[in-house]
T-cell receptor, first 118, second 112 residues
Framework: GAGVSQSPSNKVTEKGKDVELRCDPISGHTALYWYRQSLGQGLEFLIYFQGNSAPDKSGLPSDRFSAERTGGSVSTLTIQRTQQEDSAVYLC????????????????FGPGTRLTVT | GENVEQHPSTLSVQEGDSAVIKCTYSDSASNYFPWYKQELGKRPQLIIDIRSNVGEKKDQRIAVTLNKTAKHFSLHITETQPEDSAVYFCAARESGYSTLTFGKGTMLLVSP
């Protein structure tokens, strides 16, 4: 079946502009995660959505970052007033959390959006 | 919260050698430890995982060991091949949470 998809694959923006990054999780996956991966760095957790519960926003680095998940499916990560330090690859992942008998914690990653702030 | 340290940051081996990557975690309540492989320009993919009720797990040439007392776990790759070259990430999940805390990654280079 279709995996996690993200768009755009690349985004170049000027400092101070707002950007929106989109994630389409695997159909039926209840959990969705956003990560940031800077050059040579690990996977920095940003935000987590699970079903209809309030999202875990504990990883968002500043109030310029926000995310929504509409209808329990597609998610959009918004970065306002972008800064050069926001340049990174933004990865989305989804998983089947909460269903007994499955590999509920395996996260399936999308291809990422490479954001460059000039 | 959980903190995961991963070593080494880079590892170069000759084809056919074994490779070992080590991670430590801080929260003794963590109970799930996956390893992800990320090839250059591609997305991370799960290669093996272990739960806290198991000390070792093998899958062909890869194995993971867990020492709960010392709070560390390791990835072992035997008979390495050039296609094993990638960045490997370890992670830990705290009991009661669904998020993972990742290590900073190990770049494994396997020379033919």
């Amino acid at each position: 079946g279709a995996g996690v998809s993200q768009s755009p694959s690349n985004k170049v923006t000027e400092k101070g502009k707002d950007v929106e990054l989109r994630c389409d999780p695997i159909s039926g996956h209840t959990a969705l995660y956003w990560y940031r991966q800077s050059l040579g760095q690990g996977l920095e957790f940003l935000i987590y959505f699970q079903g209809n519960s309030a999202p875990d926003k504990s990883g968002l680095p500043s109030d310029r970052f926000s995310a929504e998940r509409t209808g329990g499916s597609v998610s959009t990560l918004t970065i306002q007033r972008t800064q050069q330090e926001d340049s990174a690859v933004y990865l989305c992942a989804s998983s089947l959390v909460g269903l007994a008998g499955f590999r509920t914690y395996e996260q399936y990653f999308g291809p990422g959006t490479r954001l460059t702030v000039t | 919260g959980e903190n995961v340290e991963q070593h080494p940051s880079t590892l170069s081996v000759q084809e056919g050698d074994s490779a070992v990557i080590k991670c430590t975690y801080s929260d003794s309540a963590s109970n799930y430890f996956p390893w992800y492989k990320q090839e250059l320009g591609k997305r991370p993919q799960l290669i093996i995982d272990i739960r806290s009720n198991v000390g070792e797990k093998k899958d062909q040439r890869i194995a993971v060991t867990l020492n709960k007392t010392a709070k560390h776990f390791s990835l072992h790759i035997t008979e390495t091949q050039p296609e094993d070259s990638a960045v490997y990430f370890c992670a830990a999940r705290e009991s009661g949470y669904s998020t993972l805390t990742f290590g900073k990654g190990t770049m494994l280079l396997v020379s033919p």
